[in-house]
């Protein structure tokens, strides 16, 4: 069975930075398109960065130039640095994949990891 776990979530103060990790585990799998979601409380799961199943790697506006998403194949893990935090980044932060097991795709999620940004 395939799972993902995130990692390195936290307290940072403005500016700050914090480095998420998703590591996927299990065997016999691949993975594809993977990229990370947010949630605050109260709103909308939304898009924070991805990487198709292509290579290209697509942000939010909201995020450009502050968060970069990389991906080390060779551990299937994949990483969001964030630099430059703000308050309205406070956020529980989920990890995402597109993961062929066997002759199946399908989506997969971790468990959040909460970032909080507060002076």
């Known amino acids: 069975q395939v799972q993902l776990v995130e990692s390195g979530g936290g307290l940072v103060q403005p500016g700050g930075s914090l480095r998420l990790s998703c590591a996927a585990s299990?065997?016999?799998?691949?993975?594809?398109?993977a990229g990370w979601y947010r949630q605050a409380p109260g709103e909308r799961r939304e898009l924070v960065a991805e990487i198709t199943g292509g290579g290209r790697t697509n942000y939010a506006d909201f995020v450009k130039g502050r968060f970069t998403l990389s991906r080390e194949h060779a551990n299937n893990t994949l990483y969001l640095q964030m630099n430059s935090l703000k308050p309205e980044d406070t956020a529980a932060y989920y990890c995402?994949?597109?993961?062929?097991?066997?002759?199946?795709?399908?989506?997969?999620w971790g468990q959040g990891t909460q970032v909080t940004v507060s002076s």
């Open positions: 299990g065997s016999g799998f691949r993975i594809y398109a």
């Open positions: 995402n994949a597109d993961i062929l097991v066997g002759d199946i795709m399908d989506k997969y």
